[in-house]
């Protein structure tokens, strides 16, 4: 597709401080783990605040596919029943992550033969992991390469045990195999071997929808989980709003001085877009959590920050956004991991700052990033990444002319995002 084929969105500039509070959807990475727990249950769940969005779409629609029957589809309150796991089809990932790396591991549970494929973007996400480690369960695999497409053939059961693995690329290769473990004759044991272990909040938060739901687990070592084989409950999951998604919203507030509210911020979360209460901080805001919600300030004056964010790289382009807008130069590690994410989002956060007019220096593990007084208006690519697209609107606060290409992509975990910004600077539309 050439870039004249995408849409163009002129991001609004901040015309005065905000004033405002904005009501998050549901959390992409809650809602999904729930959705794959809901198809091994014992009985049906009942959602409450689920994220309606192209992700959830597509893990719902893979659960369908998997024999689950949900009613009320499409909204905030599905229920979802579990899954027969008697099918042989083909399962759309899309350029959902949760989708490609938590289903292949339920369909280990299927009778069926069960192909998996996705966008052009996801055939390039690694996949090594969830292929290696399905095929060490002595389930078969047949791929041509160790990405989509391939398929998996499923017995019905797997006896599990024990398990060793390198999820160096990404959590969610732990997190999809964790999560249908309690299915597993033998439950499991994973151990993880490599250099380091990204996201790990997100491991923990799959630790805990486990545990919310009577399975017992255990995280007896650095980097060894257990899981027991036993019942899975339905019942009622009210999901959390998305907080990695606040994001943009913080940080409009930052940029453009005032305060936005985002209500309903839980008190203990494993969500990591928690941290953006600390990390905003570092960067000049203020930030109040009362009855309310959690409430930001800002003055527009923006700090540079050193940081590693291995704990939450789906933070890490909004605090590059901001960073382009800061009085002193950043620097942000630790971020590897996500080359492998819907793009590789290193070499595409610093090729776009510097198409602007900025200086960002793309290093092995994040960005070296200089503030510039020669910012300018231009395209800004997205490069099919809905955290690309966000992080243009964040820097379209201040410098006009950004036209963000293909806003659509924010429909992965935020369908009205267009619209959600402008009620944000008060405009119509």
């Known amino acids: ?35 794959v727990l809901a198809a091994i249950a014992e009985e049906p769940t009942q959602f409450a605040g689920a994220l309606v969005s192209r992700d959830s779409s597509l893990m719902l629609a893979a659960l369908q596919t998997l024999g689950s029957e949900v009613v009320g589809g499409g ?6 029943s579990p899954a027969t796991l008697t099918a042989s089809s083909t399962i759309d990932c899309g350029l959902a992550g949760t989708v490609m790396r938590f289903v292949p591991p339920l369909s280990t549970l299927n009778r069926g033969r069960i192909t998996f494929d996705g966008d052009a973007g996801a055939r390039k996400r690694p996949m090594d992991t969830t292929i290696t480690s399905l095929r060490a369960l002595g389930v078969e695999v047949s791929a041509e390469s160790l990405s989509l497409p391939f ?16 999820a160096s690329s ?17 439950g499991l044991t994973l151990r993880h071997v490599g250099d380091h272990l990204p996201s790990l909040p997100h491991i923990e938060m799959t630790l805990e929808c486990l545990r919310e739901r009577g399975v017992s687990v ?5 980097s060894v989980w257990r899981v027991e084989p036993g019942p899975v409950a339905g019942g009622f999951k009210q999901i959390e709003p998305d907080l ?46 009362d009855e309310r919600g959690l409430t930001i300030t800002g003055s527009g004056s923006i700090k540079g920050i050193d940081i590693d964010l291995s704990r939450g790289g789906e933070l890490a382009q909004v ?20 080359r492998g994410h819907e793009t590789d989002r290193l070499a595409a956060m610093a090729t776009e ?30 490069y099919d990444d809905h955290r690309m697209a966000t992080a243009g609107a964040i820097i379209g606060l201040r410098v006009p002319g950004i036209l963000v290409e293909n806003i659509e992509t924010t429909s992965k975990t935020m369908p009205n995002f267009p619209a959600m910004w402008q009620q944000l600077l008060g405009e119509k539309s």
Request: net charge negative.
């Open 244 to 289: 990695s998604n606040a994001g943009p919203f913080l940080a409009a507030a930052m940029v453009a001085g005032g305060s936005v509210t985002i209500p309903d911020w839980p008190t203990n979360t494993t969500q990591v877009g928690s941290d953006f209460d600390g990390i905003l901080q570092q960067m000049g805001a203020s930030i109040v959590r």
């Open 218 to 222: 255990s995280n007896p070592e650095p």
């Open 75 to 80: 909204t905030t309150s599905p229920k979802v």
């Open 1 to 35: 597709m050439t870039d004249s084929t995408y849409s163009q969105w002129h991001a609004p500039v901040a015309s005065s401080a905000l004033q405002a509070t904005v009501a998050l959807p549901g959390s992409k990475s809650l809602t999904n783990r729930e959705l």
């Open 170 to 186: 990404s959590s969610q290769f732990v997190s999809g195999l964790l999560l249908v473990a309690p299915r597993f004759k033998n």
């Open 319 to 338: 605090v590059a956004a901001l960073a382009v807008l800061a009085e002193s130069p950043s620097r942000i590690t630790g971020i590897a991991h996500i």
């Open 151 to 166: 398929k998996v053939l499923g017995t019905g059961e797997v006896e599990g045990g024990e398990l060793t693995i390198d």
């Open 353 to 382: 700052i510097n198409r602007i007019g900025g200086n960002a220096t793309e290093t092995e593990d994040g960005w070296e990033i200089v503030p510039t007084n020669t910012m300018h208006g231009g395209l800004w690519k997205t």
